[in-house]
């Protein structure tokens, strides 16, 4: 430890390696004192017993459905929500019912409101077109588990950067590839696959999104794949499952 500043050495000793979890439950709110928006959303893995704040994730549970979570412990200790928490991580919404929890505060602050790094600016901002020269670049969309619609600002955001990189670049062709989680895996006791339909939609759905945002129809391909290969990409933030189902979107100046 020699030549670490007191600092340093306290922050070595309270880190904990990264693990990376993945379970089916009911998720469980929390109130919190640190105002509007500063509520809790909390995980359990029942086959651990451990408790997580899943807060982070860019989408939120419902409390009266089953949540499928993946993240990674924090590297940070910080309790702000009573359990440990898990970023980055994501939470999906699931068929099955639950009966709604909520915990009372119990002196834990929460974490007061902020806008995410990944949100979207209004219309009325003007967007600064990227500068060339331009190559070929490949944008990518994520989405929760079997689902075909966009994550609320998150996904919106860097849809935004792509359709503002495109209209910069004015690329003569774009591939529009929509992939789905299609091979079965067995979590929480669920045997959890995406509905093979799905990545068409994914693609279909994103195609119409460029067109209706000016992209020409004619230059744009269309394609799908099942059975998606994890990918590291940093939309994804490390997360192998969440970087399965996705759409890329292929641009070729």
């Given at each position: 430890?020699?030549?670490?500043?007191?600092?340093?050495?306290?922050?070595?000793?309270?880190?904990?390696?990264?693990?990376?979890?993945?379970f089916v439950t009911c998720p469980v709110y929390r109130d919190a004192d640190s105002g509007?928006?500063?509520?809790?959303?909390?995980?359990?893995?029942?086959?651990?017993?451990?408790?997580?704040?899943?807060?982070?994730?860019?989408?939120?549970?419902?409390?009266?459905?089953?949540?499928?979570?993946?993240?990674?412990?924090?590297?940070?200790?910080?309790?702000?929500?009573?359990?440990p928490a898990l970023d980055p991580v994501r939470t999906s919404i699931l068929p099955g019912?639950?009966?709604?929890?909520?915990?009372?505060?119990?002196?834990?602050?929460?974490?007061?409101?902020?806008?995410?790094?990944?949100?979207?600016?209004?219309?009325?901002?003007?967007?600064?077109?990227?500068?060339?020269?331009?190559?070929?670049?490949?944008?990518?969309?994520?989405?929760?588990?079997?689902?075909?619609?966009?994550?609320?600002?998150?996904?919106?955001?860097?849809?935004?950067?792509?359709?503002?990189?495109?209209?910069?670049?004015?690329?003569?062709?774009?591939?529009?590839?929509g992939y789905a989680a299609t091979i079965a895996a067995t979590v929480s006791g669920h045997?959890?696959?995406?509905?093979?339909?799905?990545?068409?939609?994914?693609?279909?759905?994103?195609?119409?999104?460029?067109?209706?945002?000016?992209?020409?129809?004619?230059?744009?391909?269309?394609?799908?794949?099942?059975?998606?290969?994890?990918?590291?990409?940093?939309?994804?933030?490390?997360?192998?499952?969440?970087?399965?189902?996705?759409?890329?979107?292929?641009?070729?100046?």
């Amino acid at each position: 430890m020699k030549g670490l500043t007191a600092l340093a050495l306290l922050a070595a000793t309270t880190q904990v390696s990264a693990e990376t979890v993945r379970f089916v439950t009911c998720p469980v709110y929390r109130d919190a004192d640190s105002g509007k928006k500063s509520g809790c959303w909390l995980a359990e893995d029942r086959t651990s017993g451990r408790r997580y704040d899943v807060s982070l994730a860019p989408s939120k549970p419902d409390w009266n459905h089953e949540v499928l979570v993946e993240g990674e412990t924090a590297s940070a200790p910080a309790t702000p929500c009573g359990d440990p928490a898990l970023d980055p991580v994501r939470t999906s919404i699931l068929p099955g019912s639950c009966t709604r929890q909520m915990l009372p505060a119990e002196g834990y602050p929460g974490r007061k409101f902020v806008l995410p790094q990944r949100n979207v600016a209004p219309m009325a901002v003007a967007r600064i077109a990227p500068p060339g020269p331009y190559s070929a670049r490949t944008f990518h969309l994520l989405y929760d588990f079997d689902a075909d619609f966009l994550i609320y600002q998150y996904d919106d955001y860097f849809l935004d950067a792509a359709i503002t990189w495109l209209r910069a670049a004015r690329p003569r062709a774009i591939t529009v590839t929509g992939y789905a989680a299609t091979i079965a895996a067995t979590v929480s006791g669920h045997l959890l696959a995406e509905d093979p339909g799905i990545a068409r939609r994914r693609a279909e759905k994103t195609t119409e999104a460029l067109v209706r945002l000016g992209v020409d129809p004619k230059i744009i391909t269309t394609r799908w794949r099942r059975a998606a290969a994890a990918v590291n990409i940093p939309e994804a933030d490390g997360l192998a499952e969440a970087s399965r189902r996705r759409v890329d979107i292929a641009a070729i100046p």
